[in-house]
């Protein structure tokens, strides 16, 4: 991220970084302080059971802290096609285990989200990681795979995927990112 757009942040940011919320005058930085603020107000953030939420906060807190492969191999980009130039195998470690966590979640919560019948905070902290699978042309289980379709249909996730694709804003550094990873064999974004 270029300077300029980190001091830009920080004047609602303490991190210069994103996500960053802003209610009122509370700040809360993190995806995962962020997520916690977000279900001490509104209370299906997390499953109403125990055990899945126990498994759902497991999985988001592995997620917030691990997957480091996938997020260096794969910069996040919604409105690019990238074919990987290498597949490292810490790569496919990550994914081998995003699946794991997928399938045992729907598997063991009888789905169609990963903690149930609903789309809980669990959910959302995988989200980005339908859209990284689509720009790189990944594939999972076919579990895991209809489960990122599902995700990716979600009305919410379809206005963010729009958004991203009509932003014209374009970081010299992350567009560095998304070349360093592969061949770039479509680019749907707007023009800047």
Request: hydrophobic residues 40%; negative net charge; glycine residues 6%.
């Amino acid at each position: 991220m270029t300077t300029t757009r980190c001091l830009r942040l920080q004047c609602f940011s303490p991190t210069g970084r994103v996500p960053c919320l802003l209610d009122g005058e509370t700040v809360v930085w993190d995806s995962l302080a962020i997520l916690e603020y977000l279900a001490e107000i509104y209370p299906n953030v997390w499953p109403s059971d125990r055990v899945a939420r126990a498994f759902a906060r497991s999985a988001a807190a592995e997620m917030h802290s691990g997957f480091s492969a996938l997020r260096n191999f794969c910069p996040m980009s919604c409105g690019v096609r990238i074919e990987l130039t290498t597949y490292p195998t810490e790569l496919r470690v990550d994914l081998d285990r995003l699946d794991k966590i997928w399938r045992e979640g729907i598997g063991r919560f009888g789905g169609p989200f990963l903690a149930g019948d609903g789309f809980t905070g669990i959910d959302a902290f995988f989200a980005p990681i339908a859209f990284r699978l689509q720009t790189y042309g990944l594939s999972l289980s076919s579990v895991s795979d209809v489960y990122v379709d599902r995700l990716r249909r979600l009305p919410a996730m379809q206005e963010w995927y729009s958004a991203s694709l009509a932003e014209t804003v374009r970081e010299s550094n992350h567009e560095a990112e998304l070349l360093a990873a592969g061949r770039i064999t479509a680019d749907l974004r707007a023009c800047t």
